[in-house]
């Protein structure tokens, strides 16, 4: 839990936006998942992509995590925040030949394979430096998660994974191969999924598979059943992790796998806030606005999935309110806003049509459940500067980013045409 009364000094201290992470409740969450699986030999291994940064992974680290990257830089950014190689694992569509071969120098617990195209290339790079690749298959199960179109990948026709009898004919390639070591199998259908149903028909399809290659004296070791898990934004009714975990203890049906899960927004996601401060407030015609210093550079899920995020509102300026008098007969009116940024879109909104109190300059507004895809997906659009991070942990607050500054901003582009 973060009081107001530490949000409004951290506002003042390190100015807004800042994103603001409760690192006990990110505990709380990790050992909530250890609970729900402790029957079973298991490694937590979280989704990096969901919040990258540095001191978190390496608090995580410290909590037995290991990670899932889906990019070879957060493979880096797992190892140098502690986490060990044996729990690191690397999944994507399009993993190009120097990063097969840095994730196979790197020597992490193993690879994802996407596509036939990849095996084959695995294999041969794995052949140049005279290494075995432990590699396990991306099953699309073709199962529906339910959830945003742009966070469904599950389907047969979404990207990702390779469809059950691909999968089987890769397995028995790889077996036959001298460089290649198939020693599990991943499935992840999405995102945000807040029914267990469609994740347990994926988890007795690729099961199904284990038992058909069982047959074939192919023997895995671990099962990755993916991430996803939903969390509270709003109202929402969410998966109960017990009953998650005996679902796949109970599809497994005897199977000695170790099991892999990779959560990410379920260990991050409820446990970060987004705060800024209200520059002013607009009226356009029908329409009121509060624009705030935070915008869609910053926290990006409104813009791009439509998401809604429940906001707060602290008044700090104690002034009458001016509401122009046309508006004042119209109640209704002046409590529903638009929460939107200062940037030049106008998609740039952090939230839609809510009810808000009048607010003032100066005013904070938080947005809650920002932990996840917050940070990590946000950007310099409008020549606008990262925000700072600060966590708190054990009651005390550590800053874990710095805000980026304008020569940060421009420190790699060259500022002259020259002659
Ligand atoms: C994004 C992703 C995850 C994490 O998803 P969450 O919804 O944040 O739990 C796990 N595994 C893979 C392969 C992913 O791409």
Do not use: W
Not at 118 to 140: F, G, Q
């Amino acid at each position: 839990m973060i009081t107001n009364d530490s949000i409004i000094k951290l506002a003042e201290k390190y100015n807004t936006p800042l994103y603001i992470y409760d690192f006990n409740g990110i505990k709380n969450r990790v050992l909530e998942f250890k609970k729900a699986f402790k029957a079973r030999k298991s490694i937590l291994c979280y989704a990096l992509k969901a919040n990258s940064n540095l001191s978190l992974l390496s608090y995580l680290a410290k909590l037995d995590c290991g990670g899932d990257c889906v990019s070879i830089n957060e493979v880096k950014r797992a190892l140098k925040a502690g986490m060990p190689k044996y729990k690191i694992i690397y999944s994507g569509v399009g993993k190009t030949d120097d990063d097969i071969k840095e994730a196979l120098e790197l020597d992490i617990l193993f690879i994802n394979v996407e596509s036939k195209m990849e095996l084959l290339r695995i294999e041969s790079i794995a052949e140049s430096m005279k290494k075995d690749a432990r590699i396990s298959i991306r099953v699309n199960p073709d199962v529906d998660a339910k959830t945003h179109p742009y966070i469904s990948t599950g389907l047969k026709e979404n990207k990702f994974g390779v469809d059950m009898d691909t999968a089987k004919a890769m397995y028995i390639y790889a077996n036959n191969s001298k460089y290649l070591n198939p020693i599990g199998i991943h499935f992840h259908i999405g995102s945000q999924i807040l029914d267990s149903t469609p994740i347990m028909q994926s988890a007795e399809k690729v099961i199904d598979l284990v038992f058909g290659l069982l047959a074939l004296k192919i023997d895995l070791k671990f099962i990755d059943i993916g991430g996803g898990i939903g969390i509270k934004y709003e109202n929402e009714q969410t998966i109960d992790l017990y009953s998650y975990a005996q679902g796949i203890l109970k599809a497994l049906n005897g199977l000695d796998l170790s099991i892999i899960v990779e959560p990410g927004r379920y260990i991050v996601g409820n446990n970060g806030i987004l705060i800024s401060k209200v520059i002013y407030e607009k009226y356009n015609k029908n329409k009121r606005f509060c624009i705030i210093d935070a915008a869609m550079n910053d926290l990006l899920r409104p813009a791009l999935y439509n998401a809604k995020h429940s906001i707060k509102h602290i008044s700090i300026n104690k002034n009458t309110i001016e509401i122009p008098q046309l508006l004042k007969d119209k109640n209704d009116f002046i409590n529903k806003a638009d929460v939107v940024g200062p940037i030049c879109e106008s998609g740039d909104y952090l939230a839609k049509d809510i009810s808000l109190p009048p607010t003032q300059s100066g005013d904070l507004i938080i947005i809650e459940s920002a932990g996840a895809y917050g940070f990590s997906m946000s950007s310099n659009y409008n020549s606008r500067t990262k925000c700072a991070e600060v966590a708190i942990i054990d009651g005390k607050e550590k800053l874990i980013r710095k805000r980026e500054n304008f020569e940060d901003l421009i420190a790699n582009e060259e500022p002259f045409l020259g002659e």
